[in-house]
């Protein structure tokens, strides 16, 4: 059963704590050229909720992703062909709100998992794809976790010239990003910020008393 069209991506939030666990239909990719429509088949979704279904997308259109992947895990965007399937997995539906106020689509392990709901090596092959979702009710069991190992909580530096970073963290919010701290002697200490190169690791700490909004894209 078709449950939705439209461009993959999903909240920010899956890959910093390495849950993987939704889905996004969006109308534009993650340069924001709009490139279809969004359409989600509202009363089929809601009558899935609870059930356990398999999960694929057909793609329709191929383009190359504006992400850069997952840089901890080593997972880069892939750019997958027109009419290629890609089977998320078999688990228990829901939803919840995305970013632009409509569905996200969850696949949910029955072991009560924390990370890797589904795979991210299969979501990166997706992302900024245009997709047809189905959804197909099945009694086989949920697919198990990927061999892959949750990240620790730090930040990793992207390399591009605007100075971002990656950061993997399970508490939401804003984090502090801890200088580099050396010893050189007579009781003293030289603390150095990280110098912005491609794949340099740092370590962070969550600050609680910051607030953001709750959705913000990958």
């Not at 965007?77 to 939803?95: A, H, R, S």
């Not at 795979?119 to 189905?134: I, N």
């Not at 491609?198 to 370590?203: D, I, L, N, R, V």
Request: proline residues 6%; contains cysteine.
């Amino acid at each position: 059963m078709k449950i939705g069209h439209g461009v993959v991506g999903w909240d920010g939030v899956e890959r910093r704590s390495d849950r993987y666990g939704s889905i996004h239909l969006a109308d534009e990719p993650y340069d924001g050229k709009a490139a279809t429509k969004t359409s989600i088949e509202r009363l089929a979704v809601k009558d899935l909720v609870g059930k356990k279904v398999r999960l694929t997308c057909k793609v329709v259109e191929a383009r190359k992703s504006g992400h850069l992947g997952d840089l901890t895990h080593r997972i880069f965007t892939e750019t997958p062909e027109v009419g290629e399937v890609i089977d998320l997995g078999v688990g228990i539906f829901d939803t919840e709100a995305g970013w632009d106020g409509t569905p996200s689509f969850l696949l949910k392990p029955e072991d009560e998992r924390d990370e890797f709901w589904m795979d991210p090596r299969k979501l990166y092959r997706l992302h900024d794809q245009t997709v047809d979702v189905f959804a197909e009710e099945t009694s086989e069991p949920c697919h198990p976790k990927p061999n892959l190992k949750a990240a620790n909580t730090g930040g990793i530096c992207t390399g591009e010239p605007d100075g971002s970073i990656q950061v993997k963290a399970k508490q939401e919010g804003a984090h502090r990003i801890l200088p580099h701290v050396e010893k050189i002697g007579d009781g003293m200490f030289m603390m150095t910020p990280p110098s912005g190169k491609t794949g340099e690791t740092f370590k962070i700490e969550h600050d609680p008393h910051y607030r953001r909004t709750r959705f913000q894209r990958n």
